[in-house]
């Protein structure tokens, strides 16, 4: 009769049930897939907020590459396949006392992988395609999403819907293509498994093979179909997540993306609190061959040499596309610099750090603004003389007549203001946190002449130092120098009156 093979097989059938057990129990796999996904998003928002600029990347497509972790996830899901699939190896061999089911076990497995890599190449053009797609296709929808009010004055909301369709199709086009490639690189795994028992029963029949490890053999029929999957799925799942890896390390600034970021409790929801920084007054600032690059390689500003006193209001002048945004974000530490810039005397050596909002307060052409009160807006958290902001930057009539004073509710991106009382927002937002220096792009435009003298006068008169752009004339008058751009170069400086003949033309 031989050996009784119940035995062996209830075993292998229990081991194939259990092993894979911990997978689904609430006590390890779910926690650990999930908590992968959420630190993973943490280093890559932790990368794109810190002081220092870790990629050019926008946030639509930082939101994307969060969005597509799961490629990584699902990779070192296969990983975690492959080691039960040792320890099934490790227990078939010890049941059976033969090597034989083992090996046609792994044999099913290595002849798997080995025909997925065959599918290499064409993986890895087909994951950098998508990842591509997706991210153009966020850019573009949070664009039209930012600019919705404009794209609907303009009439182009067709358009606009009919480009963001086409992105759409060519994501969902580019991502069945991927899926494609993968569905054939892990189809190996069907005809390779049915080797298995038809070598098995061969051997058996010439002698080569005890019926104990045939059965054993046989039986892992279903498991080794299985595991042969998830080898080569685990092998075509490289060449995506290689080109996802290269991303999130270039976005989150850190080889080890999936670390916990120290100090961050994500249970919890709790945070260190940041170290206050070292303030520097502001006396003097020089800039010598000073330049902006953009992230693209083009020059903006070049060779710019500019000295600012404490107190003083410097303006630029210039066409549209002369540079003036360009200066103005490098002088903030927003855009990558050249040349020379000194800070009291010392180099400014690492711009992201030293020129943050206490010592240099930015007010863009296009403020951004919080759904909730003028008072959140202000402060953003933080302890703050809002009432002194919102009186230097000429709001306060404003707010007084709401009723409501600090407590007003500006609406969804500030809807419920005018475009000068967004821009005097976004101004004492800035002061508040007494800035050094204070940036300022082009922000009277939308004020009216009494407005804008009420407000330098008042910034003069607080001993702000100012450097900003601008092209009306009330603002001209009473900066105490003028520096005219053309081009990324400067083309003249000195008092308005010393430049308004020849240069007049730019003002308004």
């Given at each position: ?81 492959q080691t039960v699939a040792v320890i099934i190896l490790i227990a078939m061999t010890a049941v059976s006392g033969s090597v034989v ?244 005397g010392r180099p400014v050596t690492e711009p992201e750090v030293f020129l943050r909002p206490d010592q240099v307060g930015y007010v ?95 910034l003069r008169e607080h001993g702000v130092t100012v450097v900003g752009s601008t092209s009306k004339r009330a603002a001209l008058v ?31």
């Amino acid at each position: 009769m031989g050996e009784p093979w119940w035995p062996t097989v209830g075993i292998v059938a229990a081991l194939l049930v259990t092993a894979p057990l911990p997978y689904f129990t609430s006590a390890w796999f779910p926690n650990w897939w999930v908590r992968q996904m959420l630190r993973i998003s943490l280093r890559l928002v932790h990368g794109q907020t810190g002081p220092r600029r870790v990629s050019g990347h926008t946030p639509a497509e930082v939101v994307a590459q969060g969005g597509d972790t799961e490629r990584v996830v699902i990779l070192a899901d296969n990983v975690l396949d492959q080691t039960v699939a040792v320890i099934i190896l490790i227990a078939m061999t010890a049941v059976s006392g033969s090597v034989v089911p083992g090996l046609f076990f792994a044999g099913t497995m290595v002849v798997s992988g080995l025909a997925a890599t065959l599918f290499g190449p064409l993986l890895e053009r087909s994951a950098r395609a998508t990842v591509a797609a997706r991210a153009a296709f966020a850019t573009a929808l949070v664009s039209s999403l930012s600019a919705a009010r404009t794209v609907k004055l303009a009439g182009a909301t067709r358009p606009v819907l009919a480009h963001l369709a086409g992105l759409d199709a060519l994501r969902s086009e580019r991502q069945r293509r991927e899926i494609s490639v993968q569905v054939w690189a892990r189809s190996t795994p069907s005809l390779v498994s049915g080797l298995l028992p038809i070598g098995a029963w061969a051997l058996y029949l010439t002698g080569g093979l005890s019926a104990t490890a045939t059965l054993v053999a046989v039986s892992t029929l279903g498991a080794a179909r299985w595991f042969a999957w998830t080898t080569a799925s685990l092998v075509s799942q490289l060449p995506s997540a290689r080109v996802w890896t290269r991303r999130t390390v270039a976005m989150s600034g850190v080889g080890a993306y999936s670390a916990a970021v120290p100090g961050v409790d994500l249970a919890a929801g709790t945070a260190p609190t940041p170290t206050p920084a070292q303030r520097h007054p502001l006396r003097r600032l020089e800039l010598a061959g000073f330049g902006v690059v953009h992230s693209d390689g083009t020059v903006a500003v070049r060779d710019v040499d500019l000295t600012v006193d404490r107190g003083q209001l410097v303006l630029v002048l210039g066409p549209v596309g002369s540079g003036k945004s360009s200066l103005l974000r490098a002088l903030a530490g927003i855009a990558h610099h050249t040349g020379t810039m000194r800070w009291n005397g010392r180099p400014v050596t690492e711009p992201e750090v030293f020129l943050r909002p206490d010592q240099v307060g930015y007010v863009g052409q296009l403020p951004r603004v919080l759904s909730g009160t003028v008072a959140d807006n202000i402060a953003l958290g933080h302890e703050v003389d809002a009432v002194g902001a919102v009186s230097t930057a000429q709001l306060e009539h404003d707010l007084a007549g709401t009723g409501s004073g600090l407590g007003l509710l500006i609406g969804h991106k500030g809807t419920r203001l005018s475009g000068g009382q967004l821009q005097r927002l976004a101004l004492a937002r800035a002061l508040a946190r007494r800035t050094e220096l204070l940036i300022a792009d082009d922000v009277s435009s939308a004020l009216d002449v009494t407005t804008e003298l009420a407000l330098w006068a008042a910034l003069r008169e607080h001993g702000v130092t100012v450097v900003g752009s601008t092209s009306k004339r009330a603002a001209l008058v009473q900066a105490d120098h003028v520096v005219v751009l053309l081009g990324g170069a400067v083309a003249a400086e000195g008092s308005w009156r010393e430049l308004e003949d020849r240069w007049g033309h730019l003002a308004g």
